[in-house]
């Protein structure tokens, strides 16, 4: 449900905000409505990305309880995030009920995926690292386990083995984290991934920080950890965006590298690996034991912070749904073609409208005529006038919001009429 209503918020918003005008220019030419396509746009190839993966573990029998988690919240979070994007550029169109409106029922399902299929405050601050701290280290839960046993001789043999094991690993993990950070990654290692392989570096950089933060906090705060769930919830938070940043960059990678996806890979991970380093920062800001907060932002966060996407790579990635393109069908997903709401058929109709006529409207604007003037003087042909009245009326039809005469309410509302009596006696 989320990734299909991320997809469905950035194939609509993507096609309107090339349809609706303002100031005689297309609202997706402006930065603030750029903004919203772009996380649209990345936050779609993304979702579906990491969808695709996780049913992939699934369809090959894999447990996968913390993975479910971290999609379970993720996918509803970024659902509300976009369908809030996409409430903002349809504006008041997006608000009035009626059969136009492709919107309004997802932006009402969007608290029940957060709230009422499993609580994400609950997920967020103690599943996703509260169970995946504990499952996917190499010796943790061995040494649980350890203590479990029942003879004591036996359970200190097993515990100190699988101990010593965690201290050459916590040891090889610090110098793994510090070297690097402080070289920003550039020797860590990756794959020959051509033009992502420096995400690959940044994702080893920051996994490394994550797996040292972990055992830190395990360390200074033992049982007390679970209690933390402000902590655990940012911790979470980090392990969620490494796992969608894998599945995305490994997408990019099973769809043949495709050159004009890369602004969207980089989008997503210019964009989690800032989150990533926002979070971590919040964790040692409130990490109780302080020698090993100011030890660990040394060892982790050398030097500036990370920007994310930058302004020129976001009108990229706005620009990838706002036009028609491969790439626009890719990132919004496989759109079920018996998907004939009256609005999301007539935004489609008009949007290729919109498009095919888009060399013409370019003529006359150089010409700085009107279509009409622009027929009578020859600049366009009495056929593209007929296009281009076509195109006019349909962008007319979809800007509109729905309204209702007065014998189509009283058909949904039997009272209405008695009512309006009513109030007319009593006048």
Known sequence: MGCAAIAL??????????IRQQFGLPIGKFGGIQTRLGRLAADSYSMDAARHLTCAGLDEGRSLSVISAIMKAHATFRMREAINDAMDVHSGKAVIDGPSNYLQALYRAVPIGITVEGANIVTRSLIIFGQGSIRAHPHLLDEMKALNIEDPEESLTAFDKHFWKHVGH?????FRALGRAWTGGIFAPAPDAGA????YRQMARWSAAYALTADMAFLTMGGELKRKEMISGRMGDILSELYILSATLKRWENEGRQGADLPAVNYAAERGFARMRLALDEVLMNFPARWAAWLLRAVTLPGGGTPGPDDALTEKVSDLIYEPSATRNRIVG??????NRDGIVLLNECYGAVTDTAPLMKRLREADQTPDEGLERGTISQEDRDRIAKMEDLVHEVVAVD???????????PGLDAQESQKEAAE
């Open 9 to 18: 918020s950035a194939h609509t918003t993507g096609a309107y905000s090339r």
């Open 170 to 174: 916590s040891t090889k993990t610090f």
């Open 196 to 199: 992502v392989k420096r995400h």
């Open 334 to 339: 496989r759109m079920y073609s018996g998907c």
């Open 403 to 413: 309204d209702f005469i007065r014998e189509q309410l009283a058909g949904l509302y």
